[in-house]
């Protein structure tokens, strides 16, 4: 996997950026566990076989928009279209993590904006060129919450586009988005990120960002994410605001993340398969007086 990008703190009287908008990925190469995904794109890049419309399904915080503003980039960099933006010309910049964003780049939000005349709207606007760069790109987010009546009033734009014109919509419910739409896209199912693969990464990050991290406590914070890339930076970030000149403590990430102590739960499973109830009662006594709920001891 390539180094880890670069995601020096952005601080504002104190405030810290949040760590999955400091280390948002800005080239495919950076995407975590999504290889999938993102090797068939490189690959579509390279031989100039991009299509018109694409599909990228998938759980929260997996990398659906990240990816779909790096096809963006890839699309609308001056030295492409390119597999690997040159991180250089405007529109790589504008549309780079902490960028003003490009003019041709339209980011849609389909939760809000999901109706006939939000649709219409949209085709007035993508019949227009694009100001300075080769696409003129839409990017529909939570492309599920858009209208029957909305995707069928886009039907005929997204079905035969401008020669300029691209479309990624990116939703956590692909069945959602009527079939005749689905059917004029490339669909990419984005998953979520193997333990494996997250706890190295998070490792790296920490050893980027100079934070010490007890042992115990990644496994943690990836089960606590879920496989979700974002979740689990969310987690880690709240661990690492709260922790002191230690670092991140497993007593500290156990208490707060509600998991319990895996000493408890090595001398349960022991006093369960040695039929020692004497042993068993006072471990979740300890749990329970711990805080944790007898239902819930979990690990």
Do not use: W
Request: with cysteine; net charge neutral; aromatic share 6%.
């Amino acid at each position: 996997m390539p180094p880890l990008a670069s995601g020096a703190a952005t601080r504002l009287k104190g405030v810290t950026t949040a760590l999955y908008r400091r280390y948002r990925p800005d080239t495919f190469a950076d995407v975590v566990g999504q290889e999938h995904v993102t090797e068939p794109l490189m690959q579509a890049l390279r031989s100039d076989r991009v299509a018109h419309a694409y599909l990228f399904s998938g759980p929260r915080g997996c990398g659906k928009t990240t990816s779909a503003r790096i096809l963006a980039r890839c699309l609308n960099c001056e030295k492409g279209p390119t597999d690997t933006p040159c991180g250089q010309c405007p529109s790589c910049v504008e549309l780079a993590r902490g960028g003003s964003g490009s003019v041709d780049v339209v980011e849609i939000d389909a939760a809000s904006h999901n109706g006939v005349d939000d649709a219409r709207d949209l085709r007035e606007r993508a019949a227009f060129a694009p100001a300075r760069d080769r696409y003129k790109i839409f990017i529909l987010d939570e492309a599920h919450m858009v209208t029957t009546q909305g995707f069928n009033a886009l039907l005929k734009l997204v079905e035969e586009p401008p020669p300029h014109v691209r479309f990624i919509f990116a939703t956590t419910e692909p069945d959602k988005v009527i079939g005749t739409i689905r059917s004029r896209t490339h669909h990419y199912p984005f998953r979520l990120v193997p333990p494996g693969v997250l706890t190295g990464y998070l490792q790296r990050l920490c050893d980027a960002e100079g934070v010490t991290v007890a042992s115990g406590v990644l496994p943690l914070v990836v089960r606590a994410g879920g496989g979700s890339v974002r979740d689990s930076l969310s987690v880690l970030d709240q661990l690492i605001a709260g922790s002191g000149p230690e670092g991140v403590t497993y007593e500290r990430a156990i208490s707060l993340l509600g998991f319990t102590d895996a000493t408890l739960l090595d001398d349960a499973v022991a006093a369960v398969g040695g039929a020692d109830g004497a042993s068993l009662l006072p471990g979740v006594a300890r749990g329970i007086g711990r805080g944790t709920e007898p239902a819930p001891l979990r690990g």
